[in-house]
């Protein structure tokens, strides 16, 4: 069975400032990793994936994420967070066709 | 593009009444999951089907059933309701790829489920 540790509950980050979301998974084969965000209020959205190839994921609004087979990580960052990057950030993973199994959750709040 | 439709948005239920709940999947997508939030916390599974036949199973109490149609919608009937049922229901949809590396799953916007 797979599961998945995020490191940090809250991230507290000013507006503009770099933020790294830690993202940590176990599982005895090989998995592909996710991550989604949940906007106050609203479903789940897709950021970005790592299926195959390049280790280096770029998504939606500026986040990337790097995958690191040897330290089964898949942390995610963005150089600069708007306002509007405050929300909660799930990773997951899931073998082909199977069901996700998330992170406990990661909440990023920017400040001003 | 048409995104994952679920209905009713908000649902309020008294102890011991029943639910349904409905998803529609992205048109052509094959396979719905079910998840379950509750307050504070991460998705948990609870159900999914391919092609109308479940498919997988995860941790979904006794009293909860579900099934996909001919059409691909899903509905998840939930009876006997407690108020730790009470949380936000997710359904996703994705078409598996039989030659690719995996499916990816879209969420819907969910249907917070209050039982008083």
């Known amino acids: 069975a797979q599961s998945v540790t995020q490191l940090d509950s809250q991230v507290p980050v000013f507006e503009e400032a770099p933020v790294e979301l830690r993202c940590n998974y176990s599982s005895s084969v090989s998995v592909y990793l996710f991550w989604y965000v949940q906007y106050p209020n609203q479903g789940l959205q897709l950021l970005l994936k790592?299926?195959?190839?390049?280790?280096l994921v770029k998504g939606i609004n500026g986040f990337e994420a790097e995958f690191n087979k040897s330290q089964t990580s898949f942390h995610l960052r963005k150089p600069s967070v708007h306002i509007s990057d405050t929300a909660e950030y799930f990773c997951a993973v899931t073998l082909p066709g199977n069901k996700l199994t998330f992170g406990g959750g990661t909440r990023v709040l920017v400040k001003p | 593009a048409a995104g994952v439709i679920q209905s009713p948005r908000h649902l309020i239920k008294e102890k011991r009444e029943t639910a349904t709940l409905k998803c529609y999947p992205i048109?052509?997508?094959?396979?719905v999951y079910w998840y379950q939030q509750g307050p504070g916390q991460d998705p948990q599974f609870l159900i999914s089907f391919y092609e109308k036949m479940q498919s997988d199973k995860g941790s979904i109490p006794d009293r909860f059933s579900a099934q996909q149609f001919s059409d691909y919608h899903s509905e998840l009937n939930m009876s006997s309701l407690e108020l730790g049922d009470s949380a936000l229901y997710f359904c996703?949809?994705?078409?598996?790829?039989?030659?690719?590396?995996?499916?990816?799953?879209?969420f819907g916007p969910g249907t917070r489920l209050t039982v008083l």
């Open positions: 048109p052509r997508h094959d396979t």
């Open positions: 790592y299926l195959s190839g390049s280790t």
């Open positions: 996703a949809s994705s078409f598996v790829q039989r030659e690719g590396p995996t499916d990816t799953q879209y």
